[in-house]
């Protein structure tokens, strides 16, 4: 390499490195947008001054102003270039900063940031000491900004797009059946089933208190909780428990982007072959990698270890005896694990989507 190619090598990443500082700072910016609600107040009454934004949300002026400012010279918000300075969010962006409906929502993307930078101390000590951060640990910014990032893509296409190109297990879910979720988090995907489904029985499983807590509110503010229940239980730790009652019991078993995350990935899928009638699908979806370490895969690629470094892999490095696996699981991972816990081959369904994978076990 020249004198003259390093220095624009040297040039070109110090340029990409203040290019991600303005990322940085816009998300943290449209973290306190969110929080203190002021995307809402400037969609459901702007234009507003600095002045009436506070006032409508019981916030300070002065960090409304600048906060105002800043989101108009980063292109979020417009403004007028009267005296008065009333700023407005425009339809298009509304949509992906406050319709947690659209497929283009993204502004939970900024509490998961926010979530892990916070426990950037924790994460130091653990990189250089052994052990985990969980996802309790990193509080509600963690586990909401999962959640919402996901329902979407589960009201709007799962039960609607995605599941209907698998015909067995469609007409088992529309003829009525009872279904197992493992590890839902917060439960949108097993109330989407409900109601994708209507005839469908959904029994959702997870380890976190405070997912099953929000997963039972969900349910029950979509009018679907008398056919989904959640529980408390750790699927990997039931695997092989002997005589119990829910084994050979479910017409299906699904199991959406957590098998990456658990620290026993064998004793988990163990557990969603036992627990389904002999042939019943098992469905699991998770991360669309590359099939192998690629250094040009790109930006899914780049994302999916942004979020291994500070969330997934020190959750699950925090239990004892976790394999780590990581948000990076490849194909021929899951598929190791598949087979280690009884399953004879893992198919990659054809259903198109730019993070996800769906795959069947059997």
Not at 138 to 157: I, S
Not at 225 to 245: K, T, Y
């Amino acid at each position: 390499m020249t004198a003259t190619e390093a220095n624009n090598a040297s040039e070109t990443l110090a340029e990409r490195l203040f290019e991600a500082t303005l990322g940085a700072a816009e998300l943290q910016a449209v973290y306190l947008g969110d929080r203190l609600g002021w995307y809402r107040a400037l969609a459901d009454h702007g234009p507003l001054t600095s002045t009436e934004l506070a006032d409508r949300t019981a916030t300070v002026e002065r960090y409304a102003r600048e906060w105002l400012e800043h989101q108009a010279v980063s292109g979020y918000l417009d403004v007028n270039a009267d005296s008065d300075r009333r700023y407005s969010l425009s339809v298009e962006h509304a949509a992906v900063l406050l319709d947690c409906d659209s497929l283009l929502y993204l502004t939970p993307l900024a509490r998961m940031f926010v979530a892990t930078t916070t426990s950037m101390p924790r994460l130091l000590d653990v990189y250089r000491h052994g052990g985990g951060v969980t996802w309790e640990s990193m509080g509600p910014d963690a586990r909401e900004g999962q959640a919402l990032m996901n329902r979407p893509m589960y009201l709007r296409q799962l039960c609607q797009e995605f599941l209907p190109t698998i015909a067995d297990l469609h007409a088992t879910l529309t003829g009525g059946a009872k279904v197992a979720d493992l590890g839902m988090g917060e439960g949108w995907s097993s109330v989407a089933l409900a109601l994708g489904y209507p005839n469908v029985e959904v029994h959702g499983f997870d380890v976190d208190a405070a997912s099953v807590a929000a997963a039972r509110r969900h349910a029950r503010d979509n009018g679907v909780d008398d056919r989904v229940h959640f529980s408390l239980v750790d699927v990997a730790g039931q695997a092989h428990e002997p005589g119990r009652a829910d084994t050979g019991t479910y017409d299906a078993v699904f199991a959406f982007e957590c098998v990456h995350d658990v620290p026993d990935p064998v004793g988990f899928l163990s557990t969603a072959r036992s627990i389904g009638q002999p042939g019943a699908p098992v469905i699991v979806v998770d991360e669309r990698t590359a099939d192998t370490f690629d250094p040009e895969a790109g930006k899914v690629e780049q994302l999916l270890y942004g979020f291994s470094l500070t969330c997934c892999l020190p959750d699950s490095l925090a239990h004892p005896g976790s394999v780590g696996t990581g948000t990076v699981m490849r194909k021929s991972t899951l598929e190791s694990y598949a087979l280690a816990a009884g399953f004879e081959r893992v198919d990659v369904l054809p259903i198109e989507h730019e993070f996800l994978r769906f795959y069947r076990l059997g």
